[in-house]
């Protein structure tokens, strides 16, 4: 029946706590042991997540921490026998981890020993031969009995079966146990008795005790009455540890007095020496000399005393011991052994300074000098080794900030040295990966963006994209943001990739409608919280020559482009017959026209100015020509593929006095008329005049304002007679843009890409007035005669 006894102690110290309990070998797998997380007063709900477990340098560990309630449990059957031999106490230190943050706690488990183990004797017989001449008090060791126990359970005591001439005496070696000596208290009667057989018992220290037997038969022989004995009281030696094999350590010199073979000495190693020190050294059993048998390590035992027994070669032999001490000098020869015993393999770039990246401890098995160990990092790292209170723990502690775009793990060589003469020196290389965290807000290539469109484009299709970047390799996503002004009307048909950034128009663009607009693109990375920038957005629509020249005169009165005019016969070359007058909605070049002439009667007769669109005579009238003439005019715009109208003038050559009456007629006819459009005429050229006046006050104000606002203008030039033209003017930076028809003003350029119909304007802010609203001015250039 197996007995578990649980207790621990509390030892507080700086950084760590450390618990102990006791637990009895044998016991099944999944023994509890204890509750740790109670005892250490450890918030079972996080143990999991913070990996709470038992390191061991083991593959076959003997205790295992359960994440879930905290408690140590015993992962397989312990045998103290063969965990701690015979040591007192049987002591395993264990180092529990928790992460994020890190602690270690140090658990010590004392194995308890159970009695599962009877004495058992080397021999089941042993035979000596003693001499009738040996006197009363002579002692015969024997080879003691042993238990795998520990001390409490291991052979306490001996009992010899009943006799006369002999008695039992026990001599303690300490570590090495009780050895049994047989003293001899009534001299030997061989005539008496040939033999005598005694039972030798070895009892533990059970309750009930176990028990082992050896049987003792004891052959009295006759004479050889001196004892060996030894030159010197004390032997002792010093021994180099990896010494090679055959190396001298000493030499023991024993003496017989008797004659003969019972005289002559052999030497032997005790009883009491053990199988590993037989297997190290080597006795010569003649001369006494001790030679190194085998590896000699002073980490595994740094002095070994081993019993030497002296016998003659009498036919009753007798023995004489004697003890030789040899120590062992520490030889460097074992480098440091470094074990990360925690390591948190991931590192967050915003980490402070001074956080524990891992937990390393460093090992000797060398003594003195040759155990202490330095412990460093050789290299240019943001990281360093801090010392702990335990002796030989380091802690890998950041020593200045990471940042992940820069560097996005290292791989740090950690170099372990002893100060030995040579030092030893070993390295371990770990990887540390910095984590990324969002502290980069995305990044426009450019700012502002600037696209120009030609109007018409395909609804639907990508007219423009934005693109940003994030240093923090982020998924990136677009959005327009819409406000509540007048660009949210137009935004409202643009669409964005939230992928890509590629921007869609929903319908088709008129620059007659809208020349330039602006809005603005936000880029919001991926990360938690979410960072995000954005960019202006400025748009700018060309022309294109989407609408063809409209004929403001002649028109009929069904609406057609058809009209009649009557011409004196007696007119003289250059007489203006009529003007044909057009309008075209483009800007520029497109709106530019010409006009032709595609048919007429008599080509000598009629001339047509292809600027202006008037019809003019070339020579005077003859008898011969006819009354009548019909003028085909075709005007087309200046666009790359133009567009074209036709109107149609009927000319009829009257006599003088037939055009005189028909004027007086229709003067006639039309005075009333003509009475209301001269009032109606003036009027209109009133009201003009007095807008030009509060114009011109406006722009005085606003300049002594200092604005350096611009908006658009829509202008006609004055001096292009016939021909409406259309001009805008915008600022993009530090240049101002004016889109004009097909007369440009002094001192402009022609902007690259902008097909011939966007001028750069000089910047004169500074040097003269500037205009902030703009201005609609339709200038009409009246007929003489009208």
């Not at 002296?310 to 520490?330: F, M, Q, R, Y």
């Not at 003019?616 to 003859?622: D, I, V």
């Amino acid at each position: 029946m197996f007995f578990k006894f649980f207790r621990f102690f509390f030892y507080f110290f700086a950084a760590s706590a450390q618990l102990r309990y006791s637990i009895s070998e044998e016991v099944n797998e999944g023994a509890v042991v204890g509750n740790m997380a109670k005892d250490l007063g450890l918030d079972r709900s996080t143990l999991k997540t913070r990996k709470y477990r038992v390191v061991s340098g083991g593959a076959d560990p003997l205790f295992s921490v359960n994440e879930n309630d905290g408690v140590l449990y015993v992962s397989r059957k312990i045998d103290r026998e063969e965990v701690c031999a015979q040591s007192s106490v049987c002591l395993i230190d264990l180092k529990t981890v928790l992460e994020n943050p890190l602690e270690v706690h140090n658990v010590g488990v004392e194995v308890l020993d159970i009695n599962d183990h009877a004495p058992s004797f080397p021999e089941k017989e042993k035979t000596l031969e003693v001499s009738e001449t040996v006197p009363a008090g002579a002692r015969f060791q024997l080879k003691p009995a042993t238990d795998p126990d520990s001390s409490s359970f291991s052979v306490q005591q001996y009992k010899l079966s009943q006799n006369d001439h002999f008695r039992l005496d026990v001599k303690d070696k300490g570590k090495d146990g009780k050895i049994p000596v047989l003293v001899l208290q009534k001299p030997l009667d061989r005539e008496a008795a040939q033999s005598h057989s005694l039972v030798l018992t070895a009892l533990d220290g059970g309750k009930p005790p176990k028990s082992g037997q050896m049987a003792i038969v004891i052959n009295v022989l006759d004479v050889n009455d001196n004892i060996p004995m030894f030159s010197n009281d004390v032997y002792s030696a010093t021994l180099m540890e990896n010494v090679v094999v055959g190396t001298e350590v000493i030499q023991v010199n024993a003496t017989d007095l008797d004659e003969g073979q019972n005289a002559e000495v052999i030497y032997s190693f005790g009883h009491s020496v053990s199988s590993n020190v037989i297997n190290l050294f080597d006795l010569n059993e003649s001369t006494g000399q001790i030679t190194v048998k085998g590896p000699i390590d002073y980490e595994l035992n740094d002095k070994y005393d081993i019993e030497i027994q002296a016998s003659d070669k009498g036919l009753a032999p007798l023995t004489a011991e004697k003890n030789v001490l040899i120590k062992i000098v520490d030889v460097n020869d074992n480098a440091p052994e470094i074990e990360v015993t925690s390591f948190s393999s991931s590192i967050p770039e915003d980490s402070r300074p001074g956080t524990t990246v891992a937990l390393i401890s460093v090992n000797d098995l060398d003594s003195g000098l040759n155990g202490k160990v330095i412990c460093s990092i050789n290299q240019e790292v943001p990281f360093s080794l801090s010392p702990s209170l335990q002796d030989k723990m380091f802690s890998i502690v950041t020593k200045s900030p990471l940042d992940r775009e820069k560097q996005s793990h290292y791989d740090l060589t950690i170099t372990a040295k002893d100060a030995g003469q040579p030092p030893l020196s070993s390295e371990k290389t770990i990887r540390v990966v910095v984590s990324d965290v969002n502290d980069n807000s995305p990044e426009f290539i450019l700012s502002p963006y600037t696209f120009y469109i030609t109007e018409g484009n395909n609804p639907g299709a990508s007219v423009f994209s934005v693109k940003a970047s994030d240093g923090d390799n982020a998924v990136i996503s677009y959005h327009i943001v819409r406000d509540r002004d007048e660009h949210s009307k137009l935004t409202s048909f643009l669409n964005i990739n939230s992928e890509t950034g590629d921007i869609v128009a929903l319908k088709s663009f008129d620059f007659e409608t809208v020349k330039t607009f602006q809005f603005q693109v936000v880029a919001s990375d991926s990360g938690s919280p979410s960072l995000s920038s954005n960019v202006t957005v400025n748009v700018f629509i060309l022309d294109q020559n989407d609408n063809a020249p409209v004929i403001l005169y002649p028109v009929s009165s069904n609406g057609s482009a058809e009209g009649v005019e009557e011409v004196p016969r007696n007119v003289n070359a250059g007489h203006l017959v009529t003007k044909v007058r057009a309008y075209d909605a483009d800007i520029g070049y497109n709106g530019w026209l010409l006009f032709s002439l595609q048919e007429v009667t008599d080509h000598s007769l009629f001339g047509l100015d292809r600027y202006t669109g008037q019809i003019r005579t070339l020579r005077s009238f003859t008898e011969t020509d006819e009354a009548e003439h019909k003028l085909l005019i075709l005007v087309k715009d200046n666009g790359n593929v133009s567009l074209s109208a036709t109107a149609t003038v009927i000319v009829k050559v009257v006599e003088p006095k037939e055009a005189f009456a028909a004027s007086d007629v229709k003067s006639s006819a039309k005075d009333d008329e003509e009475t209301d459009v001269t009032f109606y005429l003036m009027i209109t050229l009133g009201s003009v005049s007095v807008l030009f006046l509060i114009s011109i006050i406006v722009l005085i104000a606003m300049q002594c304002s200092k604005s350096t606002e611009y908006t658009s203008k829509y202008l006609q030039e004055a001096n292009y007679d016939g021909t409406l033209c259309h001009s805008i003017q915008y600022r993009s930076g530090d240049k101002r843009y004016m889109l004009v028809g097909p007369r440009m003003s002094v001192g402009s350029t022609i902007v690259p890409g902008s097909h011939a119909n966007t001028l750069v304007l000089p910047d004169r802010r500074n040097t003269s007035d500037e205009v902030r609203s703009y201005l609609v001015v339709f200038y009409t250039k009246f007929d003489e005669k009208i």
